[in-house]
């Protein structure tokens, strides 16, 4: 391929990463609309107890446990941009069905389950086929810019996302809410028949071989690397914590607090504002730390300001909340954009799909963990309580992290 060839494919790779950015970050912003409407609906308009609100989480979570190793084959076998298109249409439709129950006067408890029972499994399809983009479309040493810009993304949602889904269940009611979140896959749709890259199917070769002999060799590939391996314990505690600060938070700030909606709203999108600065400021914390260090030392140093969580109050008392958001979620920014670079340097690319499909399994599989744990500390003891317990197990997480050589590496190796 001439130069000039090279210059122009790898200019449209660029633009389709900016398309796939676009649609997931918009996807993922409208997406806490469920997030918030979800738990409100069911406590205000169905009688829902807090165990069973955090029974709503856990259940988004649970295909993270059943589907995601075979996911991270299957996925594999058919074009990327095909699954995504796929993933995002049937999620679309699936979370329509809410409202459209509520409106009909239809809806119950177990219909709020079961649809974020299937919306998590097609998200179980397009993540891994998400986090396998980069190197695919990206040379690498734009890897860490384009985990910035993926977790910009999450941060993104989390910072704006409870904010303008506060709002709508204010103004629109919980039940029109959802309508939001179908608005954001369709967008994201949208973006992805705009990408212009054609990607073939990266597991055909493997395919004779069997689910289980793939899934093996990629675990057996794991198993030899106990920096992955660090990074995936350290990666899983995490997650548990935040599916188990997610069954809390809403219930705790509406409840025990006493916020209405939209400053609910406000509040926990200071959570995704911490992660978007700590998304902006990670590529330059790894060029000044290494991008070994930043995968741990930033989360390590800032995690305490997450105990002041559960100390919030009405009126002043809330700047806790904000304050302690902020710092605890910008180190674990810098955390995410860390571990998934990692992961995606120390891996060979046709080993990458079922790699994440496994770190995935361990590590969103705690969030289903989680989501239980926090339920069950909310019943027992109360939202504040549990939150602060909650707050205190985060702490280890990027500790578990750098138990491996990893705290001995400033930059991490490129694999050749």
Known sequence: MSGSATLVADAVRLRDF????IGSSISQLCGMATVVAFPLLAAQALGAS?????????????????ITLPAGVYSSRLPPRTVLL??????????????????????????????NILVSCATVFYEIVYLSMPPRLLPKDKLVYGNVRLQMARAMSLAFGPTLAGFTVQFLGAEHAPLLN????????????????RIGAGGAQGGARGLWAELGEAARFIGRRR???????????????????????????????????GTLGMLLGSVGIGGLIGAFGAGRVSRRLGTARAVWLPAATMAPAGLLLPLTTPGSGLFL???????????????????????????????????????????????????????????????????????LLWLSAPLIAASSKLRQWRDIPTLE
């Open 18 to 21: 900016r398309l796939l950015w």
């Open 50 to 66: 807090v165990g069973e609100v955090g029974l709503i989480t856990a259940a988004g979570y649970l295909p993270w446990l059943i």
């Open 86 to 115: 796929l993933t995002d249409l049937s999620r679309a439709l699936i979370v329509t069905m809410v409202p459209v129950l509520a409106a009909t006067g239809q809806l119950a408890l177990w219909h709020l389950y079961l649809s």
């Open 182 to 197: 179908t608005g954001g896959f369709l967008v994201s749709a949208s973006c992805n028949l705009l990408m212009r890259e």
């Open 227 to 261: 920096v992955i391996l660090a990074s995936i314990a350290g990666s899983a505690v995490g997650n548990c914590c935040f599916a188990a600060y997610e069954a809390l938070v809403v219930i705790f700030l509406a409840h025990d607090v006493g916020v209405a909606p």
């Open 321 to 391: 909340f904000l304050s302690g958001a902020l710092l605890f979620h910008a180190g674990y920014a810098v955390f995410t954009v860390g571990q998934a670079t990692l992961v995606q340097l120390l891996t060979p690319p046709e080993l990458l799909p079922r790699t994440v499909a496994c770190v995935r399994f361990v590590s969103r599989g705690m969030l289903f963990v989680g989501g239980l744990v926090g339920g069950a500390l909310g019943t027992l003891f109360g939202p504040r309580v549990g939150l602060a317990v909650v707050m």
